[in-house]
């Protein structure tokens, strides 16, 4: 299975592969997700080290039944050959109704298919008011005309 784009990534390729990324998780669809890792896949994320599909699909189906109206922006911050680092926020509430807004950078490393075999993830939580949001599009991808990170101030 092949995955485009390909490395070695360009800047043109590198930020395609960083939207896709942000758009996957945007569904929050935990199959889908985990479809563009290696069968084999390691990931750190905040505290938790995972190995494999089952278990990245299995850690995201526990996220987003707990982190409500989830919404991730994504942000290229340099790239190799096969490797991309990214920064990213996501806003979300829980359900008692809190809202947070959370900051992080990611490590990207992927094989010749174009599949992610090692994500590494920093991740803090700021809780914020809900008149703060500032990622406020409806469901599913951020548009394509809506403001980056950078534009936001984040």
């Known amino acids: 299975m092949s995955r485009p784009p390909l490395p070695p990534f360009t800047a043109e390729s590198a930020a395609q592969k960083v939207r896709m990324a942000e758009d996957a998780w945007?569904?929050?669809n935990p199959a889908k997700v985990a479809l563009a890792y290696t069968p084999d896949s390691f990931w750190r994320n905040r505290s938790?080290?995972?190995?494999?599909r089952a278990a990245i699909e299995a850690f995201l189906t526990r996220k987003w039944e707990r982190e409500l109206e989830y919404r991730l922006a994504?942000?290229?911050?340099?790239?190799?050959d096969d490797r991309i680092a990214v920064r990213f926020a996501y806003e979300w509430c829980d359900h008692a109704g809190n809202w947070f807004r959370?900051?992080?950078n990611e490590n990207w490393e992927f094989d010749?298919?174009?599949l992610m075999r090692r994500r590494?993830?920093?991740i803090n939580d700021l809780p914020i008011d809900e008149k703060d949001r500032k990622l406020l599009w409806a469901s599913g991808p951020r548009p394509t005309d809506?403001?980056?990170?950078?534009?936001l101030g984040l």
């Open 120 to 122: 590494l993830a920093s």
């Open 48 to 52: 938790d080290f995972l190995s494999g």
């Open 146 to 151: 809506y403001p980056s990170l950078s534009e």
């Open 74 to 80: 994504k942000e290229l911050w340099t790239f190799g």
């Open 112 to 114: 010749e298919a174009g």
């Open 26 to 28: 945007n569904t929050r």
């Open 102 to 104: 959370s900051y992080g």
